[in-house]
Each structure stands twice: as structure tokens, then as C-alpha cells.
T-cell receptor, first 110, second 114 residues
Framework: SQQGEEDPQALSIQEGENATMNCSYKTSINNLQWYRQNSGRGLVHLILIRSNEREKHSGRLRVTLDTSKKSSSLLITASRAADTASYFCATGDSSYKLIFGSGTRLLVRP | GAGVSQSPSNKVTEKGKDVELRCDPI?????LYWYRQSLGQGLEFLIY????????KSGLPSDRFSAERTGGSVSTLTIQRTQQEDSAVYLCASSLDGGSDTQYFGPGTRLTVL
């Protein structure tokens, strides 16, 4: 079964609005990562947050991690049409595997 | 520098045929991963190579699937006697030294089995 589950499965917003996606997981992790995928092809790494961190920023991205609730959120501020993509969370443990969730499909309407 | 490359970008084959998918990782990356992504789904781990260690093949769905990595660089994923349920995008990723660190993905190969 998948480790990470994203919520919502799909999100449609107007350009300029903020988009928030959530990820829940089941077991202990070393880190949690967010990836972006355009048009069902290669994934692009966005941000990595380690288990001892609570919040991280990168440009218009803000990621939070709550290990007590086993959940993370990705906030994209001031969204643009170019942000339209699928977003995946992936959890890393002490091994080499990343376990990916099923993704959130974000549509930003111009 | 060059990223991860995969070939072919698209492959259409008939049921029962064998296919080979190729991945060129980022130079110097010791870890290489193969994933499968069915339409609208997340990524399914297939196999992991790290340096000269024995690969982790635990994600391969059947014995029709095999992979090798020659010289610690290029990898080939082979699917024998393809079935329609093998249709998916096959993604390759590499990372500097394995662990659960950042992975860099190729553009994928879209396989369609008719």
C-alpha cells in the first residue's frame, strides 16, 4: 500500500490564489519530499523537509511537517497558470526507498 | 550538466513482444531507480541499483521483468512477453549516493501494449 496519500485528489483555483495540498503517511520517516509532474512525464524535485524540521520555504513554496500527526502540507502562494501540474509527496525512511503518494492534480485557471 | 535521459520516449508494441527501455543516469550518480506509473496513478517502485551492490528487485511485478546496469552507469529494463497491463509510463531516476535523498527523474518512456 502507498505510504503517502495526498488530499485533495484534484484542486482547481484562480490565478493569484493560494493552493494548499496535504499529505498523510503511516510510518516513521527520515524526510518528506514534494515533487511536481507535468503532463504525466518526469518528476521535478521541489523541496525536501527532514523529520526534525517543521517548516521550510523555497520561493513561493512553503512546506510544513507535523510528525506527531504524520502529515505535511505544501502551500503554493500567488499561483500562476504555469503551476498547473500534478504534485506528489514522497517519504524517505532509513533505507533508500522513496514511497510516493497518488498525487494532487492542480489546475490554475488564468 | 545533462540530466537523466531515457529512450525511447514512446514505445508501442504488440502483446507478447519483448521490449527494452534504456536509462542514462546523471554522471557520477551511484544510485539508479526504476518506477512504473499507470495512468493517473502514483509511482510504483520497481528496482534499485546502488554501486556494485546486488540490486533490490523487490518491486518487479513478475518474472517477465528484469533490469541490469552495466558499468555502474546505463541501465536497461526489459519486459518479456508484454501484456496489456504493462502499459504505463516507465520512469528512471538517479541520485548521488542513494539513501532517501533527492532523486532526479528522466522524462520517462510511455509504453503502450496493443
Amino acid at each position: 500500500s502507498q505510504q503517502g496519500e495526498e488530499d485533495p485528489q484534484a484542486l482547481s483555483i484562480q490565478e493569484g490564489e493560494n493552493a494548499t495540498m496535504n499529505c498523510s503517511y503511516k510510518t516513521s520517516i527520515n524526510n518528506l519530499q514534494w515533487y511536481r509532474q507535468n503532463s504525466g512525464r518526469g518528476l521535478v524535485h521541489l523541496i525536501l523537509i527532514r523529520s526534525n524540521e517543521r517548516e521550510k520555504h523555497s520561493g513561493r513554496l512553503r512546506v510544513t511537517l507535523d510528525t506527531s500527526k504524520k502529515s505535511s502540507s505544501l502551500l503554493i502562494t500567488a499561483s500562476r497558470a504555469a503551476d498547473t501540474a500534478s504534485y506528489f509527496c514522497a517519504t524517505g525512511d532509513s533505507s533508500y526507498k522513496l514511497i510516493f503518494g497518488s498525487g494532487t492534480r492542480l489546475l490554475v485557471r488564468p | 550538466g545533462a540530466g537523466v535521459s531515457q529512450s525511447p520516449s514512446n514505445k508501442v508494441t504488440e502483446k507478447g513482444k519483448d521490449v527494452e527501455l534504456r536509462c542514462d543516469p546523471i554522471s557520477g550518480h551511484t544510485a539508479l531507480y526504476w518506477y512504473r506509473q499507470s495512468l493517473g496513478q502514483g509511482l510504483e517502485f520497481l528496482i534499485y541499483f546502488q554501486g556494485n551492490s546486488a540490486p533490490d528487485k523487490s518491486g518487479l511485478p513478475s518474472d517477465r521483468f528484469s533490469a541490469e546496469r552495466t558499468g555502474g552507469s546505463v541501465s536497461t529494463l526489459t519486459i518479456q512477453r508484454t501484456q496489456q497491463e504493462d502499459s504505463a509510463v516507465y520512469l528512471c531516476a538517479s541520485s548521488l549516493d542513494g539513501g532517501s535523498d533527492t532523486q532526479y527523474f528522466g522524462p520517462g518512456t510511455r509504453l503502450t501494449v496493443l
